[in-house]
């Protein structure tokens, strides 16, 4: 049996460990920043070389060998990862926010050990109060189509590529589902259809189509929505055996919860193929459950099976409803190609909301109607080789979140340009204010750096002005369509200020090794 050890670092020698693994993974990372930044190749084993310009996959697949200094690349990975999810860009800029905070910070204590971390990490988190502020000042509306294509350009470098995310997100709007898939031919177009998004993915991913997206397709299926736990298979089966005499092969089920016996026999007709089924998770547990299946329902034709309508021993086949295509992932589904009377159901939801007075309740029906009227999009992406094509995605997936962003909460000036004007309104007051002074400054000393212009000086910076660093001019930012989404520099700045004020006030690591045998 082996025994577990763990190795422990204290005060300063634990900061240095943190800032060392996030220092491995900024190196890597930090390549990839601005328009003149530098692809990566990731050699995985057994796998083909991904040649990428993508921040966020880079910093994903940086693994640090040292175990001690691990937990500082994990930190700014992990917060990457998120901010990714969030609003789909920003993840190289997070990174260089947050070596930078730490490096900084390390720095300081070392410097003067009569600094106390704690206060220090107040004082940073106070500090950053009026940079928000002047983020705010200078967020400007992006809503017009050649704004948005400026947008997507820039983030993809890529005019074909900015062309398509733009007009895509002009016709499906801001909060709209955009799905990126390869496609096998050379142009990179995007498909857009109505559709209805559910907030809940597959029940387990036993039965997803796709490893490598992680989602299940089915197409052209019937769909059944139950408004309660489906208790066993043996409840079930009867209206399967109703479905098979009607030459009916396939159904997508939507139910509260599936219980005993249900997930294993489901699965077990799936892999004999004698009969397929998708099992999704009904939409949260909540007040409104019972309406948003009601929405689903009214969209794909279907009846709910309830307490107050059918059980499913009795159930006809015509409470099926019907989609063209459902797409399910662990977290939602998207019902395309339906043929309800959506825009009815909408105006029904918008005639309950004038009779509301309640925050709350309103905000719950119009994000019902954002569910039912969202368009759902796919972006084929084309290229010579599996290599270009796979590349080409990545830059597409930043683009769509960048674009999204811009178009939900505004631009600033680009270039890093914005934070380093707002390490303006910053005083030598506090240790804090000074540290934050300094990292604002580095997203745009590192686009300088990985164009080659680090020696450039620095006019008119407060006037909206800033280096193209394509051209090495000074130039309006606004006009010459160098623009960072509002969401996405707010978003990393907060993600750093977090991970920097954890990492400066780390008192201790500890380290779990590998186990040994016990002799």
Known sequence: MGVTMTEQFYEKEAREKILAGAEKLYNAVKTTMGPRGRNVVIKLKDLPPIV?????TVALHTNVKDLS???????????????????????????????HMLKAANEMLEADESINPMLLAREVEAAVLPVYEYLESKRLPSDDLATLKKIATLSSADEEIGQVVAETIEKVGATGTVTVEPAMREDTI????????????????????????????????????????????????????????A????????????????????????????????????????????????????????????????????????????????VSTQTKSIFTGVEGDIEARVAEIEAQKQNQDSKFEIEKLEHRQAL???KVATIFVGGKTETEIKERKDRVDDAVGATKASKLDGILPGGGVTLYCASEVLDDATNG??????????????????????????????????????????????????????????????????????????????VEQPEEEEK
């Open 372 to 374: 039912l009227k969202g």
């Open 69 to 99: 200094e691990r937990a500082g690349a994990e930190l700014i990975k992990e917060a990457a990862e998120k901010l990714n999810d969030e609003v789909g860009d920003g993840t190289t800029t997070v990174t260089v926010l947050t070596y």
């Open 190 to 245: 995007s498909e857009v259809v109505d559709g209805v998004v559910v907030e809940r993915g597959w029940a387990t991913p036993y039965f997803i189509t796709s490893v490598s997206k992680m989602q299940a397709v089915f197409e052209d299926v019937p769909v059944l929505i139950v408004d309660q736990p489906i208790h066993s298979f043996l409840e079930l089966l009867p209206f399967l055996q109703r479905m098979g005499e």
């Open 433 to 510: 204010s000074k540290l934050l002074k300094g990292v604002l400054k580095q997203p745009f000393t590192q686009l300088l750096d990985n164009s080659g212009l680090s020696d450039v000086e620095m006019p008119n910076m407060k006037d909206g002005y800033g280096y193209n660093v394509k051209t090495g001019e000074l130039v309006n930012l606004i006009d010459a369509g160098i623009v960072d989404p509002y969401a996405v520099t707010k978003h990393a700045l907060q993600s750093a200020i977090s991970l920097g004020v954890s990492g400066m006030t780390a008192g201790a690591l500890i």
């Open 52 to 56: 990428t310009h993508d921040g966020v």
């Open 247 to 326: 030459k009916m092969d396939k159904v997508v089920i939507v139910a509260e919860d599936f219980e005993g016996d249900t997930l294993d026999s489901l699965l077990k007709n799936n892999r004999q193929g004698a009969f397929r089924t998708l099992p999704i998770m009904a939409p949260s547990f909540t007040d409104h459950k019972r309406q948003l299946l009601e929405d689903l329902a009214s969209a794909t034709e279907a009846t709910v099976i309830a307490h107050d309508t059918y059980t499913l021993k009795e159930a006809p086949l015509e409470v099926l409803g019907h989609a063209k295509k459902v």
